[in-house]
């Protein structure tokens, strides 16, 4: 807000920036470590992992083009 009123300095910008991309990346570290944990229960749960990846992408693409809204119909 106070940078659209021009009550910020470039600095006050740059650093609210740099904490943003700090904590983006921190939020993204913790899903990687999130993920990581539950393929690891699943594993150790005696789940097997059969897929190549070639087959894992195939399956996530299709199941995300099943979750895709429907288009809009035109008026």
Do not use: C, H
Not at 13 to 19: G, I, S
Not at 21 to 47: M, P
């Amino acid at each position: 807000m106070r940078e659209t009123n021009g009550r910020a300095s470039g600095l006050d910008v740059l650093e609210a920036k740099q904490r943003l991309y700090l904590a983006e990346q921190s939020f993204n570290q913790t899903e990687i470590s999130r993920r990581l944990v539950i393929v690891q229960l699943y594993k150790a749960l005696g789940g097997g992992w059969n897929l190549t990846d070639a087959q894992w992408v195939a399956a996530n693409t299709a199941a995300g083009a099943q979750t895709q809204p429907a288009p809009a119909p035109k008026p």
